[in-house]
């Protein structure tokens, strides 16, 4: 596993945007998915504790429970790992490094990011002289 994560963290491209335009129903999206993986987490990790403590450990029925829990746990973290803004944005940079690509962006967005891109395409052409 470690060889794969080395070789995954080189190959892997990233674009930092300090000024992504995230709309309301992303920021939503967003804290919805924070308290549903840490409540998963805590419900979880709580359940495997109770439970492997309350239940007796020679019943069947105690393995089950805390298997059960463990995946609840499992799923938070899930969950959990999925709140980052460029997942929520559904953002990916292209193979060559190149481009920033959205799967399904607000029309909002696309025309404030196409306004955006314009102004800086311009402003390169264009250089103010000091």
Not at 117 to 125: D, G, K, M, P
Request: charged fraction near 15%; include cysteine; aromatic fraction near 8%.
């Amino acid at each position: 596993m470690l060889p794969f994560a080395i070789v995954a963290s080189v190959l892997q491209k990233r674009v930092r945007v300090p000024n992504w335009p995230f709309c309301a129903k992303c920021g939503r999206l967003r804290v919805r998915r924070v308290f549903s993986g840490i409540g998963l987490m805590l419900l979880g990790f709580v359940g495997v504790v109770g439970f492997s403590v309350a239940l007796p450990p020679e019943s069947s029925a105690t393995a089950v429970v805390v298997i059960f829990c463990l995946l609840v746990l499992f799923t938070g973290l899930v969950i959990a790992g999925m709140t980052g803004w460029a997942t929520v944005a559904s953002a990916y940079v292209s193979m060559d490094g190149t481009t920033l690509h959205v799967r399904r962006p607000h029309p909002r967005f696309a025309e404030k990011t196409a306004t955006t891109c314009e102004r800086l395409v311009a402003s390169r052409q264009n250089p103010v002289s000091q």
